[in-house]
T-cell receptor
Framework: ETGVTQTPRHLVMGMTNKKSLKCEQH?????MYWYKQSAKKPLELMFV???????ENNSVPSRFSPECPNSSHLFLHLHTLQPEDSALYLC???????????????FGPGTRLTVL | AQTVTQSQPEMSVQEAETVTLSCTYD???????LFWYKQPPSRQMILVIR??????QNATENRFSVNFQKAAKSFSLKISDSQLGDAAMYFC????????????FGPGTSLSVIP
């Protein structure tokens, strides 16, 4: 596979469930990101990992827990979510730590999450 | 703090015509990158075009070109010979030259292409 992949593509969960979103990049990048995309709102950056170290956490509630076991994989663990957490969750990757390049982000297809 | 504004929530264009999407941004930096991303319905977000702030020449990628006005902090996207496949959300984005890990996105413009 090439690019950035995300699984599952769709997820419906109750507020008491625990689930995980998975992201995998096949581009040899060093940085990975989680974004939340809600209707009629700008993309919200949630977490940034660079070389497997979390470098940014934008005041995200603790019911979202990221994990980056290596530079190719990124997880978002979910527990006791709220209905307002329903959104499209996008993963992205970039070269990272190289300000001489454009360092544009490559996005996965997203996971459409619905919390009942 | 840097911000990115897209003042047109929705736009429409006739097939084969030209459309321009607006983007303005606010920054005190002199070196940075600007991007336009496209997100078709239910499909992956992809990069359309990019521009380095220190380059005066406007970037061009086939039917897509930008009008970069650094002093005005404006970065508009022109789509020529619009095609049905151009229908999508378009996001303008900004990245600081020295910040590898943070891109600021605008709220997006939804473009419809009328056959």
């Amino acid at each position: 596979e090439t690019g950035v992949t995300q699984t599952p593509r769709h997820l419906v969960m109750g507020m008491t469930n625990k689930k995980s979103l998975k992201c995998e990049q096949h581009l040899g990048h060093n940085a990975m990101y989680w974004y939340k995309q809600s209707a009629k709102k700008p993309l919200e950056l949630m977490f940034v990992y660079s070389l497997e170290e979390r470098v940014e956490n934008n005041s995200v509630p603790s019911r979202f827990s990221p994990e980056c076991p290596n530079s190719s994989h990124l997880f978002l663990h979910l527990h006791t979510l709220q209905p307002e957490d329903s959104a499209l969750y996008l993963c992205a990757s970039s070269q990272g730590r190289d300000s001489s390049s454009y360092n544009e982000q490559f996005f996965g297809p997203g996971t459409r999450l619905t919390v009942l | 703090a840097q911000t990115v504004t897209q003042s047109q929530p929705e736009m429409s264009v006739q097939e084969a015509e030209t459309v321009t999407l607006s983007c303005t941004y606010d920054t005190s930096e002199s070196d940075y990158y600007l991007f336009w991303y496209k997100q078709p319905p239910s499909r992956q977000m992809i990069l359309v075009i990019r521009q380095e702030a220190y380059k005066q020449q406007n970037a061009t990628e086939n039917r897509f070109s930008v009008n970069f006005q650094k002093a005005a902090k404006s970065f508009s996207l022109k789509i020529s010979d619009s095609q049905l496949g151009d229908a999508a959300m378009y996001f303008c984005a900004y990245r600081r030259y020295t910040s590898y890990d943070k891109v600021i996105f605008g709220p997006g413009t939804s473009l419809s292409v009328i056959p």
